[in-house]
């Protein structure tokens, strides 16, 4: 019995290290753009093609970073790299608040994907490789981007209730920065330490290319390219439906609470029919999500939309890598760099068209048509039964 508490509270420790890391990485450092979004639309006169563009730019980042990750340089310094990874996205949250053009945006959100990538992928080797497959453990880590989802869309609540003058974006960027160098303090205290040998170990091999993991890939990079709508005009979307900052803040705040208890939810599905199934419906109703963000009345829209978005793209995500690795048992970095890279891929395209399309018709209707159509597709190419 002895044994057992020891392994819940290791067990606890790792899943909640890479639950902090993961609100960080993600929830602040790549999701916080979209609940200040606003705020810097309106003072800065940012056009739906410029904030595109902008998201673009952290999204080619986050390509670059994920192709990096998949090399072999950083065996045994996974810790390392995913630590410096978080000072890293401490920073450029602080850099975003002195910055006021287009292009100094856009360079500092390019550097920000690289680190949110680079704390991702080797954050997710650590925490998933000590979790020995632990579905618990799984989904408190893939449940702190949730966390960070919903506590962005509070601290960017507070910033418009308080201000009196211009809309407070800087403070918001200053805020979250503050919030993932604290953070960074506990997840060095938390996330588990890589064991000496893992740096002479031998290179992983080069990826086996099968049918399934090409159509897992091509999958992905879909769901990359249709999910971006979502991720990047939500809130702004929310101000056009009439519904003032409380549908802004509750629309993104229902994105994070039902993206920190979708794994949970789904695990019934996962223990019923395997991964594969809950990916592939996850897809499908993300992309009904995108098309109720634009064709339901009024501030319905994006609480709905925030709900089925929230409650299935970190599903979407965990569950794609973790098939990855079942398809690649060899080469579990290396596919999970790959994967991250046709995700970075799609999300590269995607607000950038998005951006475009908005800024032609003047609605998000065909944009977020568009997206859904994207998801769909993903869900109909995602291989069928993984082995297990």
Not at 25 to 49: C, E, K, N, Q, V
């Amino acid at each position: 019995m002895t044994t057992d508490r020891l392994e819940t509270s290791a067990g606890i420790r790792i899943g909640l290290g890479g639950a902090l890391a993961m609100a960080c990485l993600m929830g602040f450092g790549r999701f916080s753009y979209t609940p200040i979004l606003p705020g810097m639309m309106a003072d800065l006169h940012l056009t739906a093609g410029d904030a595109g563009t902008i998201a673009a730019a952290n999204f080619a980042g986050y390509l670059l970073g994920a192709i990096g990750a998949s090399g072999k340089w950083a065996a045994g310094r996974e810790r390392l790299v995913a630590l410096t990874a978080l000072l890293a996205t401490a920073l450029f949250l602080f850099a975003m608040a002195f910055a006021s053009s287009v292009p100094v945006f856009m360079v500092i959100r390019f550097a920000a994907g690289v680190s949110s990538a680079f704390g991702m992928v080797f954050t997710s080797s650590i925490v998933l490789g000590a979790a020995h497959g632990n579905a618990a453990i799984q989904a408190m880590h893939f449940g702190g981007v949730g966390a960070g989802i919903a506590l962005s869309a509070f601290v960017s609540f507070m910033a418009v209730a308080l201000a009196s003058g211009p809309p407070p974006w800087r403070g918001e960027w200053l805020a979250g920065g503050a919030i993932v160098l604290a953070a960074a303090l506990v997840v060095h205290a938390l996330l588990p330490r890589v064991k000496g040998q893992a740096a002479t170990a031998p290179p992983e091999p080069a990826l086996q290319w099968t049918l399934p993991l090409v159509r897992l890939s091509v999958s992905y990079g879909l769901f990359g390219l249709g999910y971006v709508v979502a991720a990047t005009f939500l809130v702004v979307m929310a101000r056009t439906s009439q519904g003032g900052h409380t549908v802004e803040f509750l629309a993104w705040l229902i994105t994070g609470f039902a993206a920190m208890a979708s794994l949970f939810v789904w695990q019934l599905a996962v223990r019923r029919a395997g991964l594969n199934a809950p990916y592939r419906a996850s897809l499908a109703i993300e992309a009904l999500g995108s098309a109720v963000m634009v064709l339901l009345p009024g501030a319905m829209a994006p609480l709905a939309g925030g709900l089925l978005f929230g409650g299935t793209f970190v599903v979407a995500t965990a569950y794609a890598l973790q098939i990855g690795r079942q398809l690649a048992p060899q080469s579990q970095r290396r596919v999970m760099g790959i994967m991250t890279a046709a995700f970075g891929l799609g999300q590269i395209v995607g607000p950038v068209a998005a951006g475009f399309v908005v800024d032609r018709t003047g609605t998000y209707v065909l944009a977020s048509l568009l997206s859904a159509a994207m998801l769909a597709l993903g869900a109909l190419i995602a291989p069928g039964r993984v082995p297990d």
